[in-house]
Every structure is written in C-alpha cells, then in structure tokens.
C-alpha cells in the first residue's frame, strides 16, 4: 500500500512539475535577465544609461513576478526527489531470532524491535 500511495504521489507530482515547466523557465530566464540588468547598470556612467536599465529591469521584474507561481513547479520536483528517496527506502527490518547471551546481540535485537 506504501508504495501505491508514493506511486499516485509522484504521477501528481510529475503531472504537477510537467504543468509548471514552462513558467519555471521563464521565471529563470527572466531573473538570469535581471541579473544582467543589474550588473549592467552598475557599470552605466551615464544618468539616461541608468535610467533605461531602471525601465528595463522593471520590464523584466514584471515578467518574473507575472510567473513566480512557477515555485509551485519547484516544490513538485522537490517532492517528486523526496518520493524517489522514499521509494527506495526499505522497510522490511528483519529480526533474527538468536537467543544468545552475547549483550552486542541482545542490544541489536532490542533496538530492533524498539524502532518497529
């Protein structure tokens, strides 16, 4: 049942980071452009150089806020690792069964049966 119940999550997870690809491009590319604007204008001299890298920085803001709900992607992708991780996981702890007086072997026996 665990590994249904991760299945179902990770096709809406997929489905999820599939719908938002788009966006989360443009949302990097948009601040990948910022970036450059910024380091643009700090190297401008002059006051109308500053200006229009002001006016284009605010173009290209207004493009990455317009798709910030590309997060949304991202914390499905996230999720998606975390399911993958998870699939992983085993969880079937097998336990033998030796009665021994070795206190090692009681320890390990006993720790094992506390974190079922």
């Given at each position: 049942m665990r590994k249904f119940?991760?299945?179902?999550?990770?096709?809406?997870?997929?489905?999820?980071?599939?719908?938002?690809?788009?966006?989360?491009?443009?949302?990097?590319?948009?601040?990948?452009?910022?970036?450059?604007i910024f380091k643009k204008f700090v190297r401008s001299d002059s006051t109308v150089g500053k200006?229009?890298?002001?006016i284009l920085?605010?173009?290209?803001?207004s493009i990455a806020f317009s798709n910030i709900y590309?997060?949304?992607?991202?914390?499905?992708a996230y999720a998606l690792y975390?399911?993958?991780?998870n699939w992983k996981k085993d969880d079937d702890i097998v336990v033998s069964d030796m009665k021994d007086d070795?206190?090692?072997?009681?320890f390990e026996r006993q720790w094992a049966e506390l974190n079922k």
């Open positions: 119940m991760l299945f179902v999550g990770g096709l809406v997870a997929l489905i999820i980071l599939l719908a938002n690809l788009g966006p989360m491009v443009i949302l990097g590319l948009s601040l990948w452009l910022l970036y450059i200006i229009g890298w002001i920085g605010l173009i290209v803001a590309a997060v949304i992607g991202v914390a499905a975390l399911i993958w991780k070795d206190p090692f072997t009681n």
